[in-house]
């Protein structure tokens, strides 16, 4: 037992001094996707053009001012109607210049008002489509970022796993050479070992697979990231109830928002179409001035002119064009209200499947631990077993696998558990930056703590900070943002324990597991 302190002594120092001082946490991340992702940046290029549509529509009720000028070369024939042979033709050339402007005001062309309505909508359109590009990053990247956390849990089980293989192998060999087992035991702990380095390279392959997929959103590979605390607590959605949820993805969801917007635009063009018919009544003012080079009668003419007047003009036939756009604008609305439709069932099927992903994740991860533990004691019992010669070497082999195996689940299981909840709120509409925030506070923030997690020590959650699914305060009419469930421990509280075992942990290694560098 002292040499096992010592050893855990020892490599909490070695880890002290090998780890940085603290590794990249998701807030990190996300903020540095936000400047340099592709996606999300042709999303904000596709705001600021969306948003341009409100002052061109505006600009259809605004007087326009058209200015023009001219300069022509004349040649006047001037003669009699018919030949006369005592009369002499004669042909005058001179040139004429001038310029005028004109300002037109509509004053009543309900195209223009129906389309600058359109424009509204078509804003409100482009800003719910960068809303939604805003929760799509946040659920990528966190995707990527826990993505590769999996992937480093599952480098880090297969060599713990080969640690206590490697063992047995040594003990196993040890053993037969004094004659107190047979060979079989030895073939059986080096055919695991084998296996294990296998996994060991494919383990290590999809871990630099996972880190080059976060590099796409940050334009570097990350050198540390950040695991989770030892014993995080994942609480239930708040308000915990299936129903509510839905109603809201169905109601304020950036799809349907979306597809809100876009179905009152074919509403609208239906009235944009149909207004072809009807006159049109301009304001026009005009003032022009010219000069005329004619010298052969009266001299060079210098002529100004200013009009003031209204313009009607009152469509009467247009070969039908009219009213097979306005049957296609009517079919074009059809079109966009079932879309509608679909976008609130998805919204609402998603928000639903999120929901029951959490529940169901949560009650996954009680089962896990619970497992873990008797996974664990089950260990050692089979080590007290092999001891007294009552279990052979495969069993314990089995259990060290089972042990290694249940812990990997258990990340995974939390892992899935928190990217559910983020997609509940993305479904609902309510996924934001504090959402990140709040996930971030359940990473290990020093050195300290991941020393801790490596050992398989508890920790406790800092004063101050909200679990991960504390209440978000939603606008008014929201459903309220977070996830929360009653019976939360206060700030400061230790992570519970159970009696006669050692504390647990998605990333704990065992005992004898040396700190990652």
């Known amino acids: 037992m002292k040499r096992t302190r010592l050893t855990f002594a020892a490599l909490a120092v070695a880890a002290a ?9 998701l807030l990190q991340v996300y903020r540095e996707a936000r400047g340099y992702d592709a996606q999300f940046a042709a999303a904000q290029a596709a705001l600021d053009a969306g948003r341009e549509r409100l002052p061109q529509g505006r600009a259809l009720l605004l007087p326009t001012v058209t200015a023009s000028a001219f300069l022509n070369s004349n040649e006047v024939y001037r003669g009699p109607p018919t030949p006369v042979p005592a009369l002499t033709n004669r042909t005058v050339d001179f040139t004429s210049n001038g310029w005028n402007v004109q300002l037109t005001q509509p004053i009543f062309r309900y195209q223009n008002i129906v389309q600058y309505q359109q424009s509204e909508y078509a804003v409100m359109q482009a800003e719910a489509q960068f809303g939604n590009a805003v929760q799509d990053l946040v659920v990528r990247v966190a995707q990527a970022y826990f993505d590769v956390l999996a992937a480093q849990d599952n480098l880090d089980f297969v060599r713990a796993q080969g640690r206590a293989i490697s063992e047995q192998l040594a003990q196993a060999k040890r053993n037969f050479e004094v004659g107190t087992a047979t060979i079989t035991d030895t073939n059986e702990a080096q055919a695991r070992f084998d296996l294990n380095r296998a996994q060991e390279i494919n383990a290590q392959n999809d871990l630099e697979v996972r880190r080059r997929v976060l590099a796409q959103y940050i334009g570097r590979v990350p050198e540390r990231l950040a695991p989770l605390r030892f014993g995080v607590l994942l609480d239930l ?18 799809n349907v928002r979306v597809q809100e917007a876009n179905y009152e635009i074919a509403r609208k063009e239906i009235e944009r179409q149909r207004a072809a018919h009807l006159p049109t009544l301009d304001a026009v003012v005009t003032y022009s001035e010219g000069t005329n080079q004619n010298r052969a009668f009266v001299g060079p003419n210098f002529i100004t002119q200013q009009i003031y007047g209204l313009q009607v003009n009152v469509p009467i036939y247009q070969g039908g064009s009219v009213l097979s756009r306005t049957r296609e604008a009517a079919a074009n609305a059809e079109r966009a209200r079932q879309d509608l439709e679909n976008a609130r069932r998805t919204a609402t099927l998603d928000a639903q499947r999120a929901f029951l992903s959490v529940s169901n994740g949560l009650a996954q991860v009680k089962a896990l631990e619970q497992a873990l533990t008797s996974s664990e004691v089950s260990l050692a019992s089979n080590r007290v077993g092999y001891d007294v010669g009552v279990r052979i070497n495969i069993d314990v082999l089995n259990a060290e696998q089972q042990v290694t195996s249940t812990r990997r689940d258990l990340a995974a299981a939390r892992y899935n558990t928190i ?18 925030i709040r996930v971030n506070a359940l990473l290990a923030q020093n050195a300290q703590e991941e ?67």
């Not at 990217?419 to 990140?436: C, F, H, N, P, R």
């Open 17 to 25: 001094f090998a780890a940085p001082a603290s590794a990249e946490d």
């Open 237 to 254: 959605p708040a308000p915990n109830n299936l129903e509510d949820w839905a109603k809201a993805a169905g109601e304020q969801s950036y």
């Open 419 to 436: 990217m559910s909840g983020l997609k509940l709120k993305q479904a609902a509409g309510t996924l934001s930056e504090e959402d990140v």
């Open 451 to 517: 020393i801790g997690i490596q050992r398989g020590a508890g920790s406790q959650t800092p004063a101050g900070e909200p679990a991960l699914n504390a209440p978000i305060q939603a606008p008014p009419g929201a459903l309220p943002r977070g996830m929360q469930a009653p019976g939360t421990p206060a700030p400061g509280t230790p992570m519970p324990v159970r009696p006669g075992t050692r504390p647990q942990g998605d990333l704990a290694a065992p005992p004898a597991a040396p700190a990652k560098k």
